[in-house]
């Protein structure tokens, strides 16, 4: 039985509660990151001269919170992904953080860092390219290619497009060597290509949690938490009264039934076994969510043997293969370690003789 659908709320208030309620049913270790947005960005906009917009937009997000709970795996792929800095504003942050220079640990250092910032500008104004921390950004580019990430939210990067020389040409067009400002043009949009690219690192206790529970080893503590059972009023509960036969007769019946069809269930708080798109949330289904985003973190840290280096470390996915059980054991019987069936040697070609 379809629980009871929910009121989608009108004010903004209304509409801030229903997020935050809604926030309060996801997993534990994405909640403050929800909450903390969710909080930003109503004081952001509050005073609005024009809300429509913004309350349209909290709207749509509120229906996505729904359906992540319910059990849409791409929205809460999604939660995750921005949760720990894979695509939105925190992954900006993390960028800022991997781009800036570390600080001078004492004046020699500090020395050393004003002398080589200096050198460039004997010749050409600063710009912002020279405050990037260009040596940390090429060597984790490298880990990044090495390790091969797959469903990467960001386009993948290669050997080719590590080569920082190769994007500024030693003669233009004419044959000529470039001016001086077109060629640091050439150069800035080619650290820009290679940042677009770039999975930022996040902290050590971030990627031993994401490695903690796509094994399951975190604890209870990191569960998803039970959803409390609403309380249906007379409208929600779909009563005589509910029909709203002002709406069928000025709308399209398309957009007053798209509600109530199994493909958009979810976004309204009618979800049951027969929604599109619906999965039931088990511990299997969340340590395979967790894994695909561990396999899109790094952590990065300075090595201490060699100053100057840096030791990056990328998530890594289940490479053992399933055991099949004695159930189904029989359904693999000949099949080599490739998963193949050996090749079947050909069948003698029978001659048969006709009388005249």
Same mark, same amino acid.
């Given at each position: 039985?379809?629980?009871?659908? @929910?009121?989608?709320?009108?004010?903004? @208030?209304?509409?801030?509660?229903?997020?935050?309620?809604?926030?309060?049913?996801?997993?534990? &270790?994405?909640?403050?990151? &929800?909450?903390?947005?969710?909080?930003?960005?109503?004081?952001?906009?509050?005073?609005?001269?024009?809300?429509?917009?913004?309350?349209?937009?909290?709207?749509?997000?509120? /229906?996505?919170?729904?359906?992540?709970?319910?059990?849409? *795996?791409?929205?809460?792929?999604?939660?995750?992904?921005?949760?720990?800095?894979?695509?939105?504003?925190?992954?900006?942050?993390?960028?800022?953080?991997? /781009?800036?220079?570390?600080?001078?640990?004492? *004046?020699?250092?500090?020395?050393?860092?004003?002398?080589?910032?200096?050198?460039?500008?004997?010749?050409?104004?600063?710009?912002?390219?020279?405050?990037?921390?260009?040596?940390?950004?090429?060597?984790?580019?490298?880990?990044?290619?090495?390790?091969? &990430?797959?469903?990467?939210? /960001?386009?993948?990067?290669?050997?080719?497009?590590?080569?920082?020389?190769?994007?500024?040409?030693?003669?233009?067009?004419?044959?000529?060597p470039l001016a001086e400002k077109v060629a640091r043009t050439k150069e800035r949009k080619w650290w820009i290509a290679l940042a677009n690219r770039l999975l930022p690192p996040v902290t050590k206790g971030e990627w031993d949690l994401l490695q903690a529970l796509s094994t399951g080893t975190a604890g209870k503590e990191w569960d998803m938490?039970?959803?409390?059972?609403?309380?249906?009023?007379?409208?929600?509960?779909?009563?005589? +009264?509910?029909?709203?036969?002002?709406?069928?007769? *000025?709308?399209?019946?398309?957009?007053v039934d798209r509600p109530q069809s199994r493909k958009f269930r979810a976004l309204h708080g009618n979800a049951d076994h027969s929604t599109v798109g619906i999965h039931s949330w088990t511990p299997r289904s969340w340590r395979r969510l967790y894994e695909g985003i561990w396999q899109l973190t790094a952590t990065m840290e300075n090595s201490?043997?060699?100053?100057?280096?840096?030791?990056?470390?990328?998530?890594?996915?289940?490479?053992?293969?399933? &055991?099949?059980?004695?159930?189904?054991?029989?359904?693999?019987?000949?099949? +080599?370690? *490739?998963?193949?069936?050996?090749?079947?040697?050909?069948?003698?070609? /029978?001659?048969?003789?006709?009388?005249?």
């Amino acid at each position: 039985m379809a629980a009871p659908r @929910l009121l989608d709320p009108q004010h903004p @208030l209304h509409i801030y509660r229903h997020l935050l309620r809604e926030a309060s049913y996801l997993p534990p &270790v994405c909640r403050p990151f &929800v909450v903390s947005r969710l909080g930003s960005r109503f004081r952001k906009h509050k005073d609005a001269e024009s809300p429509q917009r913004h309350l349209q937009e909290a709207r749509h997000r509120l /229906r996505s919170l729904r359906a992540a709970n319910a059990g849409d *795996t791409r929205r809460m792929r999604r939660i995750l992904a921005l949760a720990f800095g894979r695509i939105g504003p925190r992954r900006r942050e993390l960028m800022e953080i991997l /781009r800036r220079h570390d600080s001078p640990a004492d *004046t020699a250092a500090l020395e050393a860092q004003v002398r080589d910032a200096d050198a460039p500008l004997k010749t050409r104004p600063t710009d912002w390219l020279d405050k990037w921390n260009q040596a940390r950004l090429l060597a984790f580019a490298r880990t990044q290619a090495q390790v091969k &990430v797959f469903h990467s939210p /960001r386009p993948e990067v290669t050997d080719k497009q590590l080569q920082p020389s190769l994007a500024v040409p030693a003669v233009g067009v004419w044959g000529r060597p470039l001016a001086e400002k077109v060629a640091r043009t050439k150069e800035r949009k080619w650290w820009i290509a290679l940042a677009n690219r770039l999975l930022p690192p996040v902290t050590k206790g971030e990627w031993d949690l994401l490695q903690a529970l796509s094994t399951g080893t975190a604890g209870k503590e990191w569960d998803m938490p039970p959803r409390r059972t609403p309380v249906p009023s007379d409208r929600a509960a779909g009563t005589n +009264d509910d029909w709203e036969w002002e709406r069928y007769a *000025t709308e399209a019946i398309r957009s007053v039934d798209r509600p109530q069809s199994r493909k958009f269930r979810a976004l309204h708080g009618n979800a049951d076994h027969s929604t599109v798109g619906i999965h039931s949330w088990t511990p299997r289904s969340w340590r395979r969510l967790y894994e695909g985003i561990w396999q899109l973190t790094a952590t990065m840290e300075n090595s201490d043997e060699q100053p100057g280096k840096w030791n990056i470390k990328w998530g890594r996915g289940n490479t053992q293969p399933t &055991v099949a059980s004695n159930l189904h054991r029989e359904f693999f019987e000949g099949v +080599d370690s *490739t998963g193949k069936l050996p090749k079947r040697p050909p069948s003698p070609i /029978r001659r048969v003789e006709t009388g005249a």
